[in-house]
T-cell receptor, first 114, second 113 residues
Framework: AQTVTQSQPEMSVQEAETVTLSCTYDTSESDYYLFWYKQPPSRQMILVIRQEAYKQQNATENRFSVNFQKAAKSFSLKISDSQLGDAAMYFCAYMAGNNRKLIWGLGTSLAVNP | KAGVTQTPRYLIKTRGQQVTLSCSPISGHRSVSWYQQTPGQGLQFLFEYFSETQRNKGNFPGRFSGRQFSNSRSEMNVSTLELGDSALYLC????????????FGPGTRLTVT
């Protein structure tokens, strides 16, 4: 069975600094997708970034980038120039290519200190 | 383009009752997925509907059911509510084909007393 593990329940970063959130996953599939979602206190789940397993290049979306290590089954999220609005719960999620079911990690609560 | 909408946003029910939650996807999206979020279990997949057919199902008891209408709107029903059903229920929509990204609604907070 596929699993997603986020080993950091809580993290904090100073405003304007860089922080990296960790995620590992386990799967025997070769076709899959990985996502980072952000859930602020409003509880609205927001897609931050996605990565297709077949792509070697790491995905980037503005201040957000990932370090995808396929052999190590690692998918970390780097947030550069952290802003107060980045404070939220961050979830790593996996989706096998043959279904639409997202499998989630337990999340990392990120605090941004002014 | 309007986002995913869910109604109601908050709901309080008594144990043993049933409840129906509604989700309207983004225009053009044909797939709707439902997730349950609780502090203890985290986020768990309930089911996915595509073109009015259930395409995937999670490991939930038969008390949890859903359906999708021809306009892609979806409803989720929980019968014989238990205290453990208290959760945030999230609905996500996607095109359901090659484009696999899921976009979430604001959720329905269900409290069972």
């Amino acid at each position: 069975a596929q699993t997603v593990t986020q080993s950091q329940p809580e993290m904090s970063v100073q405003e304007a600094e860089t922080v990296t959130l960790s995620c590992t996953y386990d799967t025997s599939e070769s076709d899959y997708y990985l996502f980072w979602y952000k859930q602020p206190p409003s509880r609205q789940m927001i897609l931050v970034i996605r990565q297709e397993a077949y792509k070697q290049q790491n995905a980037t979306e503005n201040r957000f980038s990932v370090n995808f290590q396929k052999a190590a089954k690692s998918f970390s999220l780097k947030i550069s120039d952290s802003q107060l609005g980045d404070a939220a719960m961050y979830f790593c999620a996996y989706m096998a290519g043959n279904n639409r079911k997202l499998i989630w990690g337990l999340g990392t609560s990120l605090a941004v200190n002014p | 383009k309007a986002g995913v909408t869910q109604t109601p946003r908050y709901l309080i029910k008594t144990r043993g009752q049933q409840v129906t939650l509604s989700c309207s996807p983004i225009s053009g999206h044909r797939s709707v997925s439902w997730y349950q979020q609780t502090p203890g279990q985290g986020l768990q997949f309930l089911f996915e509907y595509f073109s009015e057919t259930q395409r995937n199902k999670g490991n939930f008891p038969g008390r949890f059911s859903g359906r999708q209408f021809s306009n892609s709107r979806s409803e989720m029903n929980v019968s014989t509510l238990e205290l453990g059903d208290s959760a945030l229920y999230l609905c996500a929509s996607s095109f359901g084909t090659a484009n696999y990204e899921q976009y979430f609604g604001p959720g329905t907070r269900l409290t069972v007393t």
